[in-house]
């Protein structure tokens, strides 16, 4: 471990001539063996403690600047260019040499990922529970990510965070309409919240300014180690960029473990697993890397488990129909018809906690929202042996709606314990269009989770995931259809052999 010397308030000019203020942390009395740059939306006071202090101590020298106020200019919009201006500036100065190394979560991940295939120096990524692309994480499904986006666009200081889920979660609760939302949750209007509920849908100028997905399918010269938690938000779009490097023939780690967007010891591991990456991609020192690529842990089993990729070897895609009665299985569906539940947004049927950016996101007992009439669920006998889902789960739904107002469609699977405790797994949401009869496709949420012999797999579809997700304004007559023509079924990654 090296002493510390920090270098406060060092002015770096963007290119339209704002100044953003950055501190160095560097090892006292020696040599730096390469530079970090930490570009921080959150504030770098805060950042210096968790990310400059630390690897400083490691023998590097860590850059931590602020970013632009969200109240100046549309948030996240302008990273790219301040990124490549601060590179910029990074060139100049007589103690950076190179190479050059990029680390960071959430907005941090985002705003490294809007430079990261455009700068030659750059060796190394350790990105945290963030994804290239935030406006896939905003616009879920082709819904909106309502409780996160008001939670974020609120949350101002340490104590505005603590209050920002409950002050969101009692504005979407009082039925004000969407545009009155910022105001009542953090008692002011907010540019970017108004942007994202009056956006125009795929293509709008906002969403190409919250995306930047090129960077990873682009391969990115640097070596990057993406770390993520099955409770956290930003979960889907980091597996997703995990999937676009390894297309582009790169060779990235992944580390997921249970935790939601802040858990302390996601900041232990991220930084742990970045100084071993760092050192192995800036300093030639490989000894503290593991052999295989991913490493996760297996909820329901509580272990950590190494493999060689994602999707695993020795998966395969397995179906579980609907059926009549409520019932959930393997075998194929019947010729039941299907089964019928009513939307009305005014009473919008409730979530169970789940990923959101601020707040509690772990699985919770769902048995309190399994009794409303505006709730399917489906259930299996109980397993004779174990069974462990790792992968991406898939929902495909054959509906008929009335009347053709558009519709969302939400599917969760749940774990059934023998007592009858229902905890909620994964869950993916989809928002269809005027559609009166047709078949939807769902994507649920990342999981790798061992259900135990005894425990029963339970489906639910219902038509709203509030506060989590905006509800949609029309009320709708559903009916799911489940028979040999239209086999609504959850598809699922079922692990067949060990790897």
């Known amino acids: 471990m090296f002493d510390l010397r920090i270098e406060r308030d060092l002015s770096i000019p963007m290119a339209d001539g704002t100044l953003l203020l950055a501190d160095l942390y560097l090892p006292a009395n020696s040599p730096a063996q390469a530079t970090i740059l930490v570009r921080s939306p959150m504030g770098r006071r805060p950042m210096g403690i968790l990310y400059g202090c630390y690897f400083a101590r490691h023998g590097f020298q860590v850059v931590v600047q602020d970013g632009r106020s969200c109240d100046e200019v549309l948030p996240l919009s302008t990273e790219r260019e301040d990124g490549l201006a601060t590179v910029a500036w990074l060139r100049g100065q007589p103690w950076f040499r190179g190479p050059l190394a990029l680390h960071g979560m959430s907005a941090m991940g985002f705003a490294h990922w809007a430079i990261a295939a455009d700068v030659t120096e750059l060796r190394a990524m350790s990105v945290h529970v963030a994804s290239s ?41 009082s039925g004000r309409p969407a545009a009155e939302l ?16 009056a956006d125009g849908g795929p293509g709008s100028p906002l969403r190409a300014r919250l995306d930047h997905s090129h960077a990873p399918r682009s391969g990115v010269m640097a070596s990057v180690h993406l770390v993520g938690g099955w409770y956290d938000i930003f979960l889907p779009g980091l597996i ?139 259930t299996s006998e109980p397993l004779s042996a174990a069974v462990e889902v790792i992968g991406t789960a898939a929902a495909r739904l054959y509906f008929h709606s009335s009347p053709p107002t558009g519709a969302d469609f939400v599917v969760r699977l749940c774990d059934v314990h023998p007592d009858g405790r229902s905890y909620n797994i994964c869950e993916g949401v989809r928002r269809v269009g005027h559609e009166t009869t047709g078949k939807v496709e769902v994507e649920l949420w990342p999981i790798a989770h061992q259900f135990a012999a005894g425990h029963r797999l339970r489906v639910h579809v219902c038509g709203a995931a509030v506060p989590r997700f905006a509800r949609h304004r029309e009320v709708v007559e559903q009916k799911v259809f489940h028979d040999p023509q239209r086999p609504s079924a959850v598809v699922l990654p079922i692990v067949t052999t060990t790897s």
């Open 133 to 173: 692309s935030i406006a896939d994480t905003i616009f879920t499904g082709g819904s909106t990510a309502l409780e996160s986006v008001l939670i974020w666009c609120s949350n101002h200081s340490f104590t505005t965070a603590l209050l920002a889920p409950r002050r969101a979660r009692r504005a979407i609760a």
């Open 182 to 197: 910022d105001v009542a949750t953090g008692g002011r209007a907010v540019p970017f919240y108004q942007a994202v509920i």
């Open 240 to 378: 997703r960029d995990f999937l676009a490097l390894r297309a582009a023939g790169a060779a990235p780690h992944l580390t997921v473990g249970p935790w939601g967007h802040y858990h302390p010891q996601l900041f232990l591991t991220a930084n742990r697993e970045a100084r071993q990456w760092f050192r192995a991609h800036l300093c030639g020192d490989h000894a503290g890397l593991r052999e295989l690529p991913v490493r996760l842990f297996v909820t329901g089993a509580r272990q950590w488990r190494d493999y060689a990729d994602w999707p695993l070897p020795g998966t395969r895609p397995v179906p579980w129909f609907l059926r009549t009665g409520g019932r959930l299985a393997r075998n194929g569906p019947d010729e039941s018809g299907g089964d019928r539940y009513r939307y009305d947004p005014a009473d919008p049927t409730p979530a169970p906690r789940g990923p959101v950016i601020v707040g509690q996101s772990r699985p919770e007992d769902c048995r309190r929202i399994e009794t409303r009439a505006d709730l399917l669920t489906y």
